[in-house]
C-alpha cells in the first residue's frame, strides 16, 4: 500500500470519507462489546456455559484488547497506522466468523480473544489516523467528536442488533453480521489511501504488552473471586500479587526504554489526563447499564432481546445530540463544563433512573436518556483532550491510551459488576427449603430449576431486583467520583484551549 502524505490526499471530501471508513471499525469494535449482552441468555443455555464461563465470554474481549494497546498504538507509529487498520480489519473478520461457528463455550471464549487482538490493531490507528489528516483543530474537533460519538452508537446499537438478529437467526449471527462491514472499509480505505506517518525508527516492544495484560488478567481475575460467596481469600492474594508484579514490572521497563509504549510525563498535562478519566468513567456507565438493564429485563419483566435491546437505546437517544454540540461548542464552553458537567449529569440521571424503576417505566427511560445526554457530552470531548494534548509524533500512544481507559471502563464494569450483581443476589436471596442450591447463585439457574413455582420464581426475581438497584446505585456514585476529579483538574482550564501541550512534549 502506497501512503501519502495530507496534500497528495486532495479534497476535504476526502478526509471526511475517511472519518466514515475508521468510524466503521470503531463502530464494529465497539458494537462487538455489547452486543453479546442481550445474546448472552441464548447462547449460555445452547452451549450450556457456566456463570463464570458466561462473563469470560463478555471479558475475554476488552480484557485482550486492553493489553495489547498499548502496544498497538506505538507499533502502528512504526509501521504506519493505514496498514495497521488493515491487518486489524483482516483479523477481526477471520475471528467473526470463528465465534459464530464456535461449539463450546471455551471455543468462543478464544474466538472472542482473538477478535479482541484485531480490535486492538486497529481501534488506535482509528484515532490517530484523524489526528493525523485532520490538520485543522476546529474541524479535527468536530470529527473526533464524531468518532466519539459512533462508540456511544456502537455500545448502544449491540444490544438492538444482537436482540433483530436472535429474533431471525441463532446466536452466532452476531458475529457474522461483521463480516459485510469489514470487506466494505477494506475496500474504502484502498481506495482513500490516507496518510500515515509511518516511522521505520521506532521501536515497539512486545514484553511490555504481555506485562501490562497480566497485570489487567490478574486484577480483573481477584474482582471475579471477591464476588464469589464465600472468596477464596488465598485466590483474592494471588491475584493481587501478580497484579502488582505485572504493573511493577510495566512501569519500571517504561522508565528504562529509550521509546517506552506509555510516557508517564503525558499525564502531567491535567487536559489530557481529565480525558482519559472521562472515558473510562463513560464507558463503566454504559457497560454496567447495560449489562444489568439487559439481563434484568429479559430475565424479570420477560422482554423479548430485542424489546431489551431498544430500551438500553435510550442511552444512545440522548447522548447522540450533546455529543455532536459538544464537538461544535468546544472552543467557546471548555473541557470543564463538558466533561465534568457531563459526568456529573449523567450520575443524576442514574438516579432518576433507579428513582423511575420503583414508580413508573416513564421516569425510567427518562433517567436513561438523561444518562445519555451527559454521557454524551463527557464522550465527545475526552477524545480531544487526549488525541489534542499531544504531538502528532505521539498521536500512536495518545490513541493508545484512550483506547484503554475505554476497555479498562468496559472490563471493569463487567468485572466489577457483573459480580456485584452475583454476590447480592446470593446473599439477599430468600429461598423455599428444598430449593436446588444452584437457584441461589443466579436468577438463570433459578428460573431453570423453578419448574413453574411461582414461589422459587418471585423470591429469585426480588432477590435480582436488590441486585440492580444496587449496582445502578454504585454506577452512579463513580460518575459521581469521576466528576468531581475531573473538576478539580479542569479548574484551572479556560474556553478554547482544548490543545495545550506541555512543555516537555
Known amino acids: 500500500?502506497?501512503?501519502?502524505?495530507?496534500?497528495?490526499?486532495?479534497?476535504?471530501?476526502?478526509?471526511?470519507?475517511l472519518l466514515v471508513t475508521v468510524g466503521a471499525g470503531l463502530l464494529l469494535i465497539t458494537l462487538d462489546n455489547s452486543i453479546l449482552y442481550t445474546a448472552l441468555p441464548s447462547l449460555t443455555t445452547d452451549l450450556g456455559a457456566s456463570v463464570?464461563?458466561?462473563?469470560?465470554?463478555?471479558?475475554?474481549?476488552?480484557?485482550?484488547?486492553?493489553?495489547?494497546?498499548?502496544?498497538?498504538?506505538?507499533?502502528g507509529d512504526r509501521v504506519g497506522h493505514a496498514r495497521m487498520f488493515v491487518a486489524g480489519l483482516v483479523i477481526f473478520g477471520a475471528a467473526s466468523v470463528l465465534a459464530a461457528l464456535a461449539p463450546t463455550p471455551e471455543v468462543l471464549i478464544a474466538s472472542r480473544a482473538v477478535l479482541a487482538v484485531g480490535a486492538a490493531v486497529m481501534m488506535p490507528a482509528t484515532l490517530a489516523?484523524?489526528?493525523?489528516?485532520?490538520p485543522d483543530e476546529r474541524e479535527r474537533n468536530?470529527?473526533?467528536?464524531?468518532?466519539?460519538?459512533?462508540?456511544?452508537?456502537?455500545?448502544?446499537?449491540?444490544p438492538i442488533v444482537g436482540g433483530v438478529l436472535l429474533q431471525h437467526f441463532w446466536?452466532?449471527?452476531?458475529?457474522?453480521?461483521?463480516?459485510?462491514?469489514?470487506?466494505?472499509?477494506?475496500v474504502a480505505i484502498a481506495v482513500i489511501r490516507p496518510a500515515s506517518e509511518a516511522d521505520p525508527g521506532k521501536r515497539w516492544d512486545a514484553v511490555s504488552s504481555i506485562q501490562v495484560m497480566v497485570g489487567l488478567a490478574a486484577t480483573v481475575y481477584a474482582i471475579k473471586e471477591i464476588g464469589h460467596r464465600p472468596p477464596s481469600l488465598a485466590v483474592v492474594a494471588i491475584s493481587l500479587t501478580v497484579a502488582a508484579v505485572g504493573f511493577t514490572l510495566f512501569v519500571r521497563r517504561q522508565r528504562t526504554l529509550d521509546e517506552p509504549l506509555l510516557e508517564f510525563s503525558i499525564f502531567r498535562n491535567p487536559a489530557f489526563t481529565s480525558g482519559v478519566l472521562a472515558a473510562a468513567a463513560s464507558m463503566f456507565a454504559i457497560a454496567g447499564i447495560q449489562l444489568v438493564t439487559t439481563q434484568r429485563y429479559q430475565l424479570v419483566a420477560e422482554f423479548t432481546p430485542l424489546e431489551a435491546g431498544l430500551l438500553v437505546s435510550a442511552i444512545a437517544v440522548g447522548s447522540l445530540p450533546t455529543a455532536m454540540l459538544g464537538g461544535a461548542f468546544l472552543h467557546r464552553v471548555g473541557l470543564l463544563v463538558l466533561i465534568c458537567g457531563g459526568l456529573a449529569l449523567s450520575a443524576v440521571g442514574v438516579v432518576v433512573t433507579v428513582i423511575g424503576f420503583g414508580v413508573s417505566f416513564g421516569l425510567l427511560v427518562a433517567g436513561l436518556l438523561v444518562t445519555g445526554a451527559g454521557l454524551g457530552a463527557a464522550m465527545a470531548v475526552a477524545s480531544t483532550a487526549i488525541?489534542?494534548?499531544?504531538?502528532?509524533?505521539?498521536?500512536?500512544m495518545a490513541s493508545s491510551v484512550e483506547e484503554v481507559s475505554y476497555e479498562f471502563g468496559s472490563l471493569t464494569a463487567v468485572a466489577l459488576l457483573g459480580s456485584l450483581l452475583a454476590m447480592i443476589y446470593s446473599v439477599t436471596v430468600d429461598l423455599p427449603d428444598g430449593t436446588p442450591a444452584a437457584a441461589g447463585e443466579a436468577l438463570v439457574d433459578a428460573l431453570a430449576v423453578a419448574e413453574g413455582d411461582q414461589t422459587v420464581i418471585d423470591a429469585a426475581s426480588s432477590a435480582f431486583d436488590t441486585a440492580y438497584l444496587g449496582v445502578m446505585g454504585t454506577v452512579a456514585v463513580m460518575l459521581t467520583i469521576g466528576a468531581a476529579v475531573t473538576g478539580i483538574l479542569l479548574r484551572r482550564h479556560l474556553p478554547g484551549t482544548a490543545s495545550q501541550l506541555p512543555s516537555d512534549c
Not at 489516523?129 to 485532520?134: G, K, Y
Not at 446466536?171 to 477494506?186: D, R, T, Y
Open 142 to 158: 468536530l470529527a473526533i467528536a464524531i468518532w466519539g460519538s459512533l462508540a456511544v452508537v456502537g455500545a448502544a446499537l449491540g
Open 387 to 396: 488525541i489534542g494534548n499531544v504531538p502528532v509524533r505521539r498521536a500512536g
Open 1 to 17: 500500500m502506497t501512503l501519502k502524505s495530507e496534500d497528495e490526499i486532495g479534497t476535504a471530501s476526502r478526509r471526511w470519507a
Open 129 to 134: 489516523l484523524i489526528r493525523i489528516n485532520f
Open 52 to 75: 463464570t464461563q458466561s462473563l469470560w465470554i463478555i471479558n475475554a474481549y476488552p480484557l485482550v484488547m486492553a493489553g495489547l494497546l498499548l502496544g498497538a498504538g506505538t507499533l
Open 171 to 186: 446466536w452466532g449471527s452476531v458475529f457474522l453480521v461483521n463480516v459485510p462491514i469489514v470487506v466494505a472499509a477494506l
